[in-house]
């Protein structure tokens, strides 16, 4: 199984960016999906998950109205479109692909290598 991030980068306040994470080795549309990222220091946090179909999602509450997940399932390709952006959500974002939307870590199985998101004041 391999999910291959991508589509992190540099982006003032204010800013959008779409991270897109491909999967491939698996079923995919029988897993769920879910983003999380890590800042330096910090524990990895749960960002989104969406069920395999994409007829369920979760978002965590910082980022609830501002960010959307996504997939494609005949691309085997989830999405996280981030709007809004501020200086808090720089880190690095990972996709993961699991039995369920969980939000938290221990529900995946497979993880991407993550991209790196910064976001200027």
């Known amino acids: 199984v391999q999910l291959q991030a991508s589509g992190g980068g540099l982006v003032q306040a204010g800013g959008s960016l779409r991270l897109s994470c491909a999967a491939s080795g698996l079923t995919f549309r029988r897993y769920a999906m879910g983003w999380f990222r890590q800042a330096p220091g910090l524990e990895r946090e749960f960002v989104a998950a969406?069920?395999?179909?994409?007829?369920?999602?979760r978002y965590a509450d910082s980022v609830k109205g501002r960010f959307t997940i996504s997939r494609d399932n005949a691309k085997n390709t989830v999405y996280l479109q981030m709007n809004s952006l501020k200086p808090e959500d720089t880190a690095v974002y990972y996709c993961a692909a699991g039995s369920s939307y969980y939000d938290r870590p221990s529900g995946y199985n497979y993880w991407g290598q993550g991209t790196l998101v910064t976001v200027s004041s």
């Open positions: 969406i069920s395999g179909s994409g007829g369920s999602t």
